[in-house]
């Protein structure tokens, strides 16, 4: 059976929150957005928001949903969310090491080959959320 996760992608100004987890497992890179499997019976916008909070502590304020990802031997789909939050002190969880804010232009160069076709949709919408 095919699990949901969510992530999210944080943005505060030209920048987008990564965490580097303990369990590199699924990361790339040794980094990962926000997020978590969601429960059974869970609201998915819920799982988001928890997961979030559980994980730094931040408070979503806005989520758009930009991208189902199905990575293929894998038995998770994983929603991808763009989020603008109402606090910016990360306060991480003892599941992660470290945290970083990367401007968007590097973080499109990072995830390039996996969200190509979504980068210029993601900086429209960023576009937005800082007007």
Partial sequence: MTRISVKALIVKGNNVLLLKPKNLQGSFKGWDGPGGHVEEGEPILEALKREVLEETKLIIDKAY???IMKVPGVSTDYMIF?????????????????YTWMDISSFNKFLG???REDLRFINEIVSRLLE
Avoid at 83 to 97: A, F
């Fill in 65 to 67: 949903p930009i991208k």
């Fill in 82 to 98: 763009l989020c603008t939050v109402i606090n910016d002190e990360v306060i991480l969880s003892p599941e992660h090491t470290e």
């Fill in 113 to 115: 080959e996996y969200l």
